[in-house]
Antibody
């Protein structure tokens, strides 16, 4: 049974860099076609895609946040890491990682709430 | 860039059938719509993929359809536990990533 779990700080200060880790199990990010993506959801608002990475290290980013995001994978540790620079209070949100199967985000982690405040 | 538009809210009474629409700003053509259910305080759950396919475990009360620039999620035999936010999504080839609709809040009266 595929599972994913997000981890990282719950509180960051404005201008700081956020680093989130997605730890997954029961699939390999070295298997052809497999990907992991990040999505966020500000309180009371809609879902917003951030970034994704595939088994072959192909990476794609939301155009509006591209300059601030970096996504990497560590296949040996079953980790995907997302960094977001220059955090602002508007980045306060629940951040989810999800397994990608044939361009469908089919299984999601439980999410981690990140608050940006001084 | 594709934009998916959903009604902010819909409502129904137990046992009723409700439909939630999802309209693309341009043709969503070959890229199928997926639907997610998010019960308040929980993580989004894939409800429908490839326009009309249900993942294992999703009741057949939930069904999806897609035609041209429009898609629809139908929920029949409405139950109180169906009260949730519903999001449509599709793959945007220009982004190489997904786009999500604004979400529809379903209230079971």
């Amino acid at each position: 049974q595929i599972t994913l779990k997000e981890s990282g700080p719950t509180l960051v200060k404005p201008t700081q860099t956020l680093t989130l880790t997605c730890t997954f199990s029961d699939f390999s990010l070295s298997a052809s076609g497999v990907g992991v993506g990040w999505i966020r959801q500000p309180p009371g608002k809609a879902l917003e895609w951030l970034a994704l990475i595939y088994w072959n290290d192909d990476k794609h980013y939301s155009p509006s946040l591209r300059s601030r995001l970096t996504i990497t994978k560590d296949t040996s540790k079953n980790h995907v890491v997302l960094t977001m620079t220059n955090m602002d209070p508007v980045d306060t949100a629940t951040y989810y990682c999800a397994h990608i199967n044939s361009r469908v985000f089919d299984i999601w982690g439980q999410g981690t709430m990140v608050t940006v405040s001084s | 860039q594709s934009v998916l538009t959903q009604p902010p809210s819909v409502s129904g009474t137990p046992g009723q059938r409700v439909n939630i629409s999802c309209s693309g700003s341009r043709s969503i053509g070959f890229n199928s719509i997926n639907w997610y259910q998010q019960v308040p305080g929980t993580t989004p759950k894939l409800l429908i993929y490839n326009a009309n396919q249900r993942p294992s475990g999703v009741p057949d009360r939930f069904s999806g359809s897609q035609s041209g620039t429009s898609a629809s999620l139908a929920i029949s035999g409405l139950q109180s536990e169906d009260e949730a936010d519903y999001y449509c999504a599709t793959w945007d080839d220009s982004l190489n990533g997904p786009v999500f609709g604004g979400g529809t809040k379903l209230t079971v009266l």
